[in-house]
């Protein structure tokens, strides 16, 4: 994970939150992952492990946690097309 330093600090730092509400993986997919990363795009993570309680409660604490816009996908809760293709074309970040 090299994006720029305020990135990868955001990146890391929800990390540590998602694993702090019980994440067992996080993967890092979309924009960071294929270049395309802007100023206007969100942070693209998915995860494993998490109840939908904490799911829910991540969507709306994580964005102001890490101060930056975030996709969040439940791979628990995901279609099988969805997780196939995060897992495929996205960055394990975490396996716990």
Known sequence: MKFNKKIDEKVKKAIEYLKSIGCKEVFLFGSL?????????DIDLAVTGISARNYFKALV????FIDHKVDLVALDFASRDIEKKIKDRGEKLIEI
Not at 34 to 40: K, L, M, R
Not at 61 to 64: A, D, I, Q, S, V
Request: charged content about 25%; glycine content about 8%.
């Open 33 to 41: 992952v294929d270049g395309t990363f802007n100023e206007n795009s």
């Open 61 to 64: 604490e994580l964005p102001m």
